[in-house]
């Protein structure tokens, strides 16, 4: 079973796109810095089951929090039908972008395997 996850920031802060001015004269607003809240929403999706895990977090992430995201998204590819119905021997294998999962990997002397935009496989 593979199991797509990524991360991304959303901020709350929103604000006025168009406004109006005088004919002749440029229409300048003047903003305050950001004001909203950064929140950062991870996710895992599989191609049969779909959402597999959704989750928002208040902030940044640190690699603790996202080490426990991706240990949740593992039971979680368990706990679905599409996993239940494979063979004993298949895997769960998570497919994810460069960051913070990545470097934690490595610290706990997991092996990794990668492909680059070319689609040449590598492995650590």
């Not at 979680?76 to 999962?101: C, D, F």
């Amino acid at each position: 079973m593979i199991v797509y996850q990524d991360k991304t920031n959303f901020n709350l802060y929103l604000s006025r796109s168009e406004g109006w001015s005088r004919i002749g004269e440029r229409a300048v607003v003047q903003l305050p810095p950001s004001q909203g809240k950064n929140f950062h929403i991870q996710g895992g999706v599989s191609a049969f089951t779909g959402l597999v895990l959704l989750r928002t977090h208040k902030g940044s992430i640190t690699k603790l929090e996202n080490a426990r995201f991706i240990a949740d998204l593992f039971v979680a590819a368990q706990r679905t039908l599409e996993y239940q119905e494979l063979a004993p021997s298949n895997k769960v294998v998570i497919v994810m972008g460069p960051g913070l999962a990545s470097a934690l990997f490595k610290e706990n002397g997991c092996s990794l395997m990668w492909t680059t935009p070319a689609g040449v496989a590598h492995k650590n």
